[in-house]
């Protein structure tokens, strides 16, 4: 029902519509969504009093990439399609490989892979209102983050460290076996 309201809302030009086509652009792509739940997922394997600096270190560089955007609009998106592809593997990766992440690589790591994020957002934009389309992109982002961040203390509670390891190892190894094309995205 409300995946429909917000279809219905995505109209480019109108501030609603700009919000509706945000909030939807980071659930579309296979890339964007499993990044944001990996982010998630990372952020469960931090300690407690840490676990939110991630997502919302993700979102605020996001937005720094899509302002980035607005003002350079690169000729070429190549790189930044590549630093979002290289997101998914790498947070996955991460996930299942990482058993403490340092604080500093961690945001390190989040603030480079979120400036390719939100530089791609924006490129894709289209003719949407910039303050509504933001909005959107980014409320949809932290929900998937903290998706990923409940589901990965769920399944740090209910099964272990080694669940949490598994599902960043599917993810990496689910996404690499589409960039080969051995499984189709969608």
């Known amino acids: 029902?409300?995946?429909?309201?917000?279809?219905?809302?995505?109209?480019?030009?109108?501030?609603?519509?700009?919000?509706?086509?945000?909030?939807?652009?980071?659930?579309?792509?296979?890339?964007?969504?499993?990044?944001?739940?990996?982010?998630?997922?990372?952020?469960?394997r931090m300690d407690v009093k840490k676990m939110w600096t991630l997502p919302a270190a993700f979102v605020g560089m996001m937005a720094a990439g899509g302002l980035l955007g607005l003002v350079w609009a690169a000729g070429g998106l190549t790189v930044f399609e590549w630093?979002?592809?290289?997101?998914?593997l790498v947070f996955g990766l991460a996930v299942a490989?990482?058993?403490?992440?340092?604080?500093?690589?961690?945001?390190?790591?989040?603030?480079?892979?979120?400036?390719?994020?939100?530089?791609?957002?924006v490129a894709e934009m289209g003719d949407a209102s910039a303050a509504g389309y933001f909005?959107?992109?980014?409320?949809?982002?932290?929900?998937?983050?903290?998706?990923?961040l409940f589901g990965g203390v769920?399944?740090?509670?209910?099964?272990?460290?080694?669940?949490?390891?598994?599902?960043?190892g599917a993810i990496a190894a689910g996404y690499g076996l589409v960039l080969i094309g051995v499984i189709g995205a969608g």
């Not at 490989?97 to 957002?121: E, Q, R």
């Not at 769920?154 to 960043?168: I, K, S």
């Open 1 to 44: 029902m409300l995946y429909e309201h917000l279809l219905t809302l995505a109209h480019a030009g109108h501030d609603q519509g700009s919000f509706g086509v945000g909030f939807l652009h980071p659930l579309h792509g296979l890339d964007h969504l499993l990044a944001m739940v990996a982010v998630g997922l990372l952020s469960a």
């Open 135 to 148: 909005a959107g992109m980014l409320i949809a982002t932290a929900l998937l983050h903290v998706a990923g």
């Open 97 to 121: 490989c990482v058993p403490k992440l340092n604080p500093a690589i961690g945001h390190a790591m989040v603030a480079v892979f979120a400036v390719c994020h939100g530089h791609a957002h």
């Open 154 to 168: 769920a399944l740090r509670r209910g099964y272990g460290d080694w669940a949490l390891r598994t599902a960043g």
């Open 83 to 88: 630093g979002i592809s290289a997101s998914v």
